[in-house]
């Protein structure tokens, strides 16, 4: 007979607990999260504490460097921030003026720790002054627009004539509201806010899940003729 290692006692029952409770977060329906869950993933996760070079967005994150540096961008409202990884590569590439935002307390209290340089403020986006006190000739999101219902309500806070740069994915999951089978779904939802809009794309792993990557010029909040599209899942497998 094969020898099986039950363990220590507590241990398994530390086990149990862990997976019913997680299982008790997965359960919830798919959709907006509040700080609160995204303070226990990132607990539970080392990843959102570890050096950006080690981040599955690193090659992401390095476009967007790149494309910040050579637009000679000079201030920056992050929304969004999370744990200040991005904000410290920004910082290495030679970023002076940054403003992090996100209401993820553990995150924010990591990023001050992580870019001491940055101001990082623990706020809600819809609820924060930052659109209108902040110095910024840029606005960038990722990992921000696909976790919430009011997508297009926080791209009108933005002052007209800023330079804005996000992402949003083509794959679902647990705390995105939406995603976007292509492109042209992307152009659809967002291309009437800005001039000068393009999106582009970049493959994240061999099984087609993308990041699309938005560009453009914010227009003035009169001039946002938004067509209303759905923000239904779009199931994909990836």
């Not at 220590?8 to 530390?14: F, S, Y």
């Not at 997680?22 to 700080?35: A, I, K």
């Not at 000068?196 to 493959?203: G, K």
Request: aromatic fraction near 14%; hydrophobic fraction near 35%; proline fraction near 3%.
């Amino acid at each position: 007979m094969a020898f099986v290692d039950w363990g220590d006692p507590m241990r398994r029952l530390k086990r149990v607990l862990k997976r019913l409770l997680g299982r008790t977060q997965d359960e919830q329906p798919w959709g907006e999260r509040d700080s609160l869950w995204y303070d226990r993933a990132f607990e539970q996760n080392q990843h959102w504490r570890e050096h950006y070079t080690k981040s599955s967005y690193y090659f992401l994150w390095t476009v967007i460097a790149d494309r910040l540096v050579r637009r000679g961008v000079g201030s920056i409202l992050d929304i969004g921030c999370g744990s200040g990884q991005l904000a410290q590569l920004l910082s290495d590439k030679g970023i002076r003026q940054y403003c992090g935002l996100d209401f993820s307390e553990k995150r924010i209290a990591q990023a001050r720790l992580v870019c001491p340089d940055f101001e990082f403020r623990n706020e809600d986006a819809f609820k924060s002054d930052a659109f209108d006190v902040c110095d910024y000739d840029c606005l960038l999101t990722t990992e921000f627009l696909e976790h919430v219902e009011s997508d297009i309500e926080a791209i009108r806070r933005v002052k007209p004539g800023v330079y804005f740069i996000g992402t949003v994915p083509n794959f679902p999951w647990k705390s995105h509201v939406r995603h976007f089978a292509d492109a042209d779904a992307v152009q659809d939802r967002y291309g009437d806010l800005f001039t000068d809009f393009s999106v582009d794309f970049f493959y994240g792993n061999d099984r087609g899940k993308t990041f699309f990557l938005l560009e453009g010029i914010v227009r003035p909040a009169a001039e946002n003729a938004v067509r209303e599209t759905s923000a239904e899942p779009i199931r994909l497998v990836t």
